[in-house]
């Protein structure tokens, strides 16, 4: 066999070796969290649930999910190891150095001058601007004539279509 045919199996078979070792390097530092676990440290479960820490075993774990509420977990069932400052943000809703960015309630404090513009002022004053709107007399003689003019387009356009159409005699048809 020449090295070209063994190309692809080489090739395969080396990113199957990195896959397996980045694999085995998440799964060892998993482990690791997992065995560095103390009790008061904030933490979330594989399944979503955040909890405090509370006695550490060989293979499990008691979390404290609230006042009364102490649940029993293996160790595997952690899914991450949160910072105070995270566990906090999450659970209690305590947050740092977010208040400084307060958004105002409305615009008008974001304008730097607290007076009206004299153009703004202008405008109010002017006669109500038509938009358009007319009466209902209006509306009706408007209709009827549109209408009238529609009804005789559409006679106009159905004589046409007639005309072009090719006219067929009694021997014809269109079936072969």
Known sequence: MSLVTLLPFIVLIGAMILMT???????????????????????????????????????????????????????NAIGAVLSDEEYNRIVHGIEHDLKSDVVPDDAS???????PSDDASAASDDKPIDLGKKDASDDATDETAESKDDDKAADKAADKAVEAEPKKTDGESDAK
Not at 64 to 72: K, S, T
Not at 109 to 115: A, I, K
């Open 21 to 75: 070792r980045s694999a085995k390097k998440k799964q060892q530092q998993a482990a690791d969290m997992r065995n560095q676990l103390q009790p008061g440290s904030g933490v979330r479960t594989i399944g979503g649930m955040y909890a405090t820490v509370k006695e550490v075993s060989e293979d499990t774990l008691l979390l404290d999910a609230g006042p009364g509420v102490e649940l029993l977990f293996a160790k």
């Open 109 to 115: 404090s974001l304008t730097e001058t607290d007076e």
